[in-house]
C-alpha cells in the first residue's frame, strides 16, 4: 500500500486538490446562504422606512439648525468648546433614535434665519427655542410643544406705578395699548408679532438683543416695557439681584408661548415620527423645570471655568 502511493503521488495530490476545493465551495455557498437569509430579513424592514427617514438614514447625520447667539438654558456654547443645553440634548437624543450622528448649523443670526434654514432644506431640524407663528407656518412644519411657559413683560418699577395711577384698565393689554407705550422686543423674533396682537395701539420697538442692548434701553428709560418670556424676564432678575430695585417682571397668565421643532414643508412622516417621539419619551418642559435646568447648566459651566482656568 505504501510503495503503491509513492508511486501514485500526483494521482494522491490531485484527489486531495479535488476534495479541498469542494470543501471550499461548500462552506462559501454556506456562508452565501446564510447572508442572504439574512439581508432578506433586513431590508425589507430598511426598504419599508418612509422616504422621509430613509433620506436622513442614507447620509449618514441628522442637520439641526440652531441660533448662532447663545440662549442658556436652551443652546450654549460651554467654555471647552463644546455646546450643551435643553435644545442640544433634544437633538442628540433624536440623532441617536435615527442611528446617525449629529451636525449642528448655528450659522442663523436670528431666529426667522434658524427657520429658513429648514425651510429651504439646508437643515433637516430646527431646535432653537422656537415660538409658533402664522407666518412661519407658511414656510415649515410645526411639531407638538416640547416646552410651554408664559409671556411676561420686564418694566420699569417707578415708570409702570406712575401709569397705573393714571390710566384705567382691567388687564396688561389694555395698560399698555397706548400710543405713548414703547415696548420693546427683540427684532426677527415672534414676539414682534404677539407684541403687536397683544398690544395693538402700543409704540413697538424692535431691539438687537435682549441683553445688553435690550436691558439698557429699559433701565435708560428709552423703551416702558420688554416684552418676551417669564423664562427670560425671571432668569434675568435671578442673574441680577440688584436690577430688582428697578425692574419689576409681569407674568401675562392668559398668554402661553409653546416651544417647538420645525421640519420642512415636505417632511409629514418625520414630523408625525418626531410627535411620536416627544409623546413617547415624554419631554415636556414647563417655567419651573427650564429654570432648574438653567441653575445646574450655570453650576456646570462654571465648575468647568474654574477647572480650566486651573490649568
Not at 446564510?34 to 441628522?62: R, W
Not at 416640547?146 to 417707578?158: G, I
Not at 413697538?204 to 420688554?226: F, M, T, Y
Not at 417669564?230 to 408661548?257: C, G, H, M, V
Amino acid at each position: 500500500m505504501i510503495s503503491y502511493m509513492l508511486k501514485n503521488k500526483g494521482l494522491i495530490s490531485m484527489l486531495a486538490s479535488l476534495f479541498f476545493r469542494r470543501k471550499f465551495f461548500i462552506f462559501f455557498k454556506i456562508l452565501y446562504a446564510c447572508f442572504a437569509v439574512a439581508t432578506s430579513e433586513i431590508m425589507p424592514i430598511e426598504n419599508n422606512y418612509s422616504k422621509d427617514i430613509q433620506d436622513i438614514i442614507a447620509k449618514g447625520k441628522l442637520i439641526v439648525a440652531v441660533l448662532k447667539i447663545d440662549n442658556p438654558p436652551f443652546f450654549m456654547s460651554t467654555p471647552d468648546g463644546k455646546l450643551d443645553g435643553i435644545d442640544i440634548e433634544l437633538s442628540e437624543k433624536i440623532a441617536k433614535e435615527l442611528g446617525v450622528t449629529l451636525e449642528i448649523n448655528r450659522t442663523a443670526q436670528t431666529y426667522d434665519e434658524v427657520v429658513n434654514l429648514v425651510a429651504t432644506g439646508k437643515a433637516d431640524l430646527g431646535v432653537s427655542k422656537l415660538s409658533y407663528t402664522d407666518e412661519r407656518a407658511k414656510k415649515v412644519l410645526y411639531t407638538k410643544p416640547y416646552a410651554t411657559f408664559r409671556k411676561a413683560m420686564l418694566v420699569n418699577r417707578l415708570a409702570y406705578a406712575g401709569i397705573k395711577r393714571t390710566r384705567q384698565a382691567n388687564s396688561l393689554s389694555e395698560l399698555f395699548s397706548q400710543l405713548d407705550s414703547k415696548i420693546g422686543v427683540v427684532k426677527k423674533s415672534s414676539y414682534v408679532d404677539f407684541a403687536r396682537n397683544i398690544f395693538p395701539n402700543a409704540s413697538i420697538h424692535e431691539v438687537e438683543n435682549w441683553d445688553p442692548i435690550g436691558i439698557d434701553s429699559l433701565l435708560q428709560g428709552k423703551i416702558l416695557a420688554l416684552f418676551r418670556d417669564e423664562i427670560e424676564t425671571r432668569k434675568f432678575l435671578l442673574a441680577r439681584p440688584d436690577a430688582n430695585l428697578k425692574l419689576l417682571s409681569l407674568i401675562i397668565k392668559s398668554q402661553q408661548d409653546s416651544i417647538r421643532m420645525v421640519v420642512p414643508r415636505n417632511r409629514l412622516h418625520f414630523l408625525l415620527w418626531i410627535n411620536g417621539f416627544l409623546e413617547t419619551n415624554q419631554i415636556q418642559y414647563d417655567a419651573d423645570m427650564i429654570l432648574k435646568k438653567n441653575e445646574k447648566y450655570l453650576q456646570k459651566l462654571n465648575e468647568l471655568q474654574g477647572t480650566i482656568n486651573h490649568k
